[in-house]
């Protein structure tokens, strides 16, 4: 199983003609795209039915969140089946926009889990701290403690598909800058927490992607850190030049 995966996020970007070309232009790319990378793109979801029909076959999708109920009376949420049944693969979940933004706890982080594995539908598990908490030293314990909640009830997982990213909130947007070597003391910790859940064995297997504004020019040596399995890509995968190079960068 590959480890390696570069997995992008367009948030609210794009038409669904943009992101048909989008598709297209990977396609083309397709045979110049290394091997042993998974390669994950999240479109905004009214496109995903459409967009099963004509990605490449490189190229997995996954929703950039999901429901944390079943069908029935939910007016405009939509569930993992619904979310297999369009051919996407995995979803973002927890990811820091859904928390801070739509208040989503660890309770429902937990449950849209849940869900997602009932359906066997992927889970790209984010998590991170805010500027406050890695200025007061408390980081550790806070990814600490999102892991535990989120997985706390899980025996085992599937590492093909149960992925977790790391997003330094603090750096993204507010002009600090995380550097390659606080990356890789995140992922580290990271690795450790997995290996003490459930065993080394299994950790090394769970890919651990790095979500804090990773561009072409900085992968190179965010993904040369032994525990940064990739990236979760923002504003870099809404351009296929970018978002290839920055996938080339994540082959080893």
Same mark, same amino acid.
């Given at each position: 199983?590959?480890?390696?995966?570069?997995?992008?996020?367009?948030?609210?970007?794009?038409?669904?003609?943009?992101?048909?070309?989008?598709?297209?232009?990977?396609?083309?790319?397709?045979?110049?795209?290394?091997?042993?990378?998974?390669?994950?793109?999240?479109?905004?979801?009214?496109?995903?039915?459409?967009?099963?029909?004509?990605?490449?076959?490189?190229?997995?999708?996954?929703?950039?969140?999901?429901?944390?109920?079943?069908?029935?009376?939910?007016?405009?949420?939509?569930?993992?089946?619904? $979310?297999?049944?369009?051919?996407?693969?995995?979803?973002?979940?927890?990811?820091?926009?859904?928390?801070?933004?739509?208040?989503?706890?660890?309770?429902?982080?937990?449950?849209?889990?849940?869900?997602?594995?009932?359906? !066997? $539908?992927?889970?790209?598990?984010?998590?991170?701290?805010?500027?406050?908490?890695?200025?007061?030293?408390?980081?550790?314990?806070?990814?600490?403690?999102?892991? /535990?909640?989120?997985?706390?009830?899980?025996?085992?997982?599937?590492?093909?598909?149960?992925?977790?990213?790391?997003?330094?909130?603090?750096?993204?947007?507010?002009?600090?800058?995380?550097?390659?070597?606080?990356?890789?003391?995140?992922?580290?910790?990271?690795?450790?927490?997995?290996? /003490?859940?459930?065993?080394?064995?299994?950790?090394?297997?769970?890919?651990?992607?790095?979500?804090?504004?990773?561009?072409?020019?900085?992968?190179?040596?965010?993904?040369?850190?032994?525990?940064? /399995?990739? !990236?979760?890509?923002?504003?870099?995968?809404?351009?296929?030049?970018?978002?290839?190079?920055?996938?080339?960068?994540?082959?080893?």
């Amino acid at each position: 199983m590959m480890r390696n995966i570069v997995a992008g996020n367009w948030k609210s970007n794009k038409s669904i003609n943009e992101s048909r070309e989008w598709m297209s232009e990977m396609s083309n790319l397709e045979g110049s795209m290394p091997k042993d990378v998974r390669v994950i793109v999240a479109p905004p979801a009214p496109y995903l039915a459409a967009l099963a029909e004509v990605k490449p076959s490189n190229v997995i999708l996954a929703s950039q969140t999901v429901s944390a109920t079943g069908s029935g009376a939910y007016t405009g949420e939509f569930t993992a089946d619904m $979310l297999t049944s369009c051919g996407v693969e995995f979803a973002l979940i927890g990811h820091s926009e859904r928390r801070g933004g739509y208040g989503e706890t660890d309770e429902v982080v937990v449950d849209k889990i849940s869900r997602c594995i009932e359906a !066997g $539908l992927g889970v790209v598990l984010c998590c991170g701290e805010p500027l406050e908490v890695r200025d007061s030293g408390g980081h550790e314990e806070m990814i600490a403690r999102q892991l /535990d909640s989120a997985m706390n009830n899980l025996s085992d997982v599937d590492p093909s598909k149960f992925v977790i990213a790391y997003e330094p909130i603090w750096a993204i947007g507010t002009g600090r800058t995380a550097t390659s070597e606080q990356a890789g003391e995140m992922h580290t910790f990271i690795r450790s927490w997995l290996s /003490d859940k459930f065993s080394q064995e299994r950790a090394n297997q769970i890919s651990i992607l790095y979500g804090g504004s990773c561009k072409p020019s900085n992968a190179d040596e965010l993904f040369a850190n032994a525990n940064v /399995d990739g !990236g979760l890509i923002g504003g870099a995968s809404l351009k296929t030049e970018d978002f290839s190079q920055i996938i080339k960068a994540a082959s080893k």
